[in-house]
Structure formats: C-alpha cells, structure tokens
C-alpha cells in the first residue's frame, strides 16, 4: 500500500474526515491556510516530519516507538487560491515544535465555519460539527427580518440555504430549530428537505514519497 493522503475539494468530505480521525484518538491539532502554489509542497513536508500519509503498518511501528501518528485534513477546492489543513494528531512524540490544541478544550476546534462538539448518543460520546454562535445568532436576525416583512418566498430560499449545508447532526438539529422558529412566527410555507450525513469519500488520494516510519 503506497503512502497517501487524500485531498477534499468540498467542506463536507474535509469535516467528515475529521469526525472519523477524532475517535481513533487524533485528538491534538493545529491548522492554517496556504497558498495554492505551495500547497503540494507543505503536504511533503508533513509528510517528512510527521508521516502525514503513512500506512496502517506504518502507524502501528509509529505507535509501538512512542511516536504521535498524524494525519492530514486539506481543503483544496478546484481552482482555489489557497487551501485550508487541519493536522491532527494522537499522544506521542515528535511534534515538539507545533503547538497544538486539544478537541476537549473549552475552546473549541472552529474550521471552515464550524465547531466540532461532543454529544451523547446511546451511551457513547460522538462527535459533531455544528455551527458557531455567532453564526446563528446572524441567522436568527436574518430570519427575522424576513418575516417581519412577510417575505415567504425569501424565507424558503434562506431554509433552503441552510439546509444545504453540510448535513452533520448538530447542523441538522440547528436548522430544525430555526425551522420551528419561522413556523412559530408565521411562515406558511412548505420547509426543505435536510440531508443526513452519509458515508463519503475524504478526497482523491495524493500518492507521497515514502517517508520513514
């Protein structure tokens, strides 16, 4: 199996992919933008100093010589200027000279619009994007302009808008409230469908240079 990494062209299969690596223990990060010239570049040089792309095999001689296994998120759409990674990381060493955070911190994990959290479901923590405060707080206003002025075709467009987004269960459960909250307020209309997130692929694998595990 070569060592691989893969690119995500759309928000969903990046933040997909970190909900995947959180609970195998990937639970130390660090992130930042680069520009599209050096974006290949970056991802080597991940590759070299962390084993960014590392097989299976490779991960468990990582873990066995006490060494931090991490894995690469990229967010490289088509024709972008720049793209966004997300390292993320398990106990161990050799990321000395990053600064990493932790997924359990009170101060949340927020990328590409969005804030990973932690929920209960059937007896189990399981982890969750949602959007930020801040963000709802806008909706909201937003929202409730519209129907101040009884605009119900424009009402439909902004819960279609947000039902479109990436269907994680905190972002589903945050457009139904926002559903409910225009029904309460006078919206007659009809809502629009919202996705369940389902299993996607993170990307076209970007085959690295072996790198030494």
Request: proline residues 5%; charged residues 25%.
């Amino acid at each position: 199996m070569p060592t691989s990494t893969p690119i995500a062209r759309s928000k969903t299969a990046a933040l997909s992919r970190t909900v995947d690596l959180v609970p195998r223990g990937y639970q130390r990060y660090v992130h930042g933008t680069v520009a599209a010239s050096k974006t290949l570049r970056l991802v080597e040089k991940f590759h070299t100093k962390y084993g960014i792309g590392c097989t299976p095999a490779q991960r468990i001689t990582r873990k066995k010589r006490g060494l931090a296994n991490v894995a690469l998120v990229l967010y490289w759409p088509e024709g972008a200027e720049s793209a966004a990674w997300l390292l993320l990381a398990t106990d161990g060493t050799g990321l000395e000279n990053e600064v990493l955070s932790l997924v359990t911190d009170r101060r949340r994990l927020n990328w590409l619009g969005y804030e990973l959290v932690r929920r209960a479901q059937r007896g189990r923590t399981a982890w969750t994007w949602k959007r930020p405060r801040q963000v709802m707080s806008e909706a909201y206003s937003h929202l409730a302009a519209l129907l101040h002025h009884r605009h119900q075709t424009a009402i439909f467009e902004l819960l279609e808008r947000l039902a479109r987004q990436p269907g994680f269960h905190g972002v589903r459960a945050q457009s139904w409230t926002l559903f409910q909250e225009a029904r309460k307020r006078g919206y007659k209309g009809p809502f629009p469908k919202l996705f369940y997130m389902r299993k996607i692929s993170h990307g076209d694998r970007l085959v690295l240079p072996d790198a030494a595990s």
